[in-house]
């Protein structure tokens, strides 16, 4: 379930309260269900090429349809975990105020990760999306990313092109409280 915070500490868990706030921004969270078909793999921290390409093989169906629907040409599957090695460098890239030339398109299949964006009126909100939300960050979205506490997450990763997103800094100053990085 989806946690939506305010710069108020105010926040939202039911979708229909969530979807209007996301709105302004044009940002889509749906909800896609998971299935049993990537079972084990879930639970395992670290995955090899094979058991990636079987988890992103078990919701392709999902891809099929994005591909058709939006033009998406490829995806992959993103592991994070709190000892991996260059944790802390590729959390950071992404901590700060930036926008992208595509959209960022993410489906959390485990763990959990917050996505913070600035709204048209300059505030902040910050969305912890958890396993089997799906957010779409339409491009030139100022927004920052970062993990929750867990430091884990396991996330399909779509593109409509193969130069996947390129971070470009607005910097904005984020207003929460310091982000849980590595």
């Given at each position: 379930m989806a946690i939506l915070t305010l710069e108020n500490?105010?926040?939202?868990?039911k979708l229909e309260e969530i979807v209007p706030i996301l709105s302004q921004l044009d940002v889509q969270l749906n909800y896609w269900t998971i299935g049993?078909?990537?079972?084990?793999?879930?639970?395992?921290?670290?995955?090899?090429e094979e058991?990636?390409?079987?988890?992103?093989?078990?919701?392709?169906?999902?891809?099929e349809q994005?591909?058709?629907?939006?033009?998406?040409?490829?995806?992959?599957?993103?592991?994070?975990?709190?000892?991996?090695?260059?944790?802390s460098t590729l959390?950071?890239?992404?901590?700060?105020?930036?926008?992208?030339?595509?959209?960022?398109?993410?489906?959390?299949?485990?763990?959990?990760?917050v996505f913070g964006f600035v709204?048209?009126?300059?505030?902040?909100?910050?969305l912890t999306i958890q396993p089997q939300e799906y957010i779409n960050v339409p491009a030139n979205t100022e927004h920052w990313f970062h993990l929750t506490s867990s430091k884990r997450v396991k996330a399909v990763r779509y593109f409509t092109n193969n130069a996947g997103w390129v971070p470009v800094y607005t910097g904005t100053v984020i207003r929460f409280p310091a982000l849980i990085t590595a």
């Open positions: 500490q105010t926040t939202y868990t049993d078909k990537a079972g084990e793999l879930l639970a395992k921290d670290v995955l090899n058991e990636k390409e079987q988890v992103l093989q078990s919701v392709d169906h999902y891809f994005l591909k058709t629907t939006q033009g998406y040409q490829s995806r992959d599957l993103i592991v994070l975990y709190p000892h991996l090695d260059n944790l959390l950071n890239k992404f901590a700060a105020c930036h926008t992208h030339a595509d959209d960022e398109v993410r489906y959390i299949i485990d763990g959990e990760a709204l048209p009126d300059g505030s902040q909100i910050e």
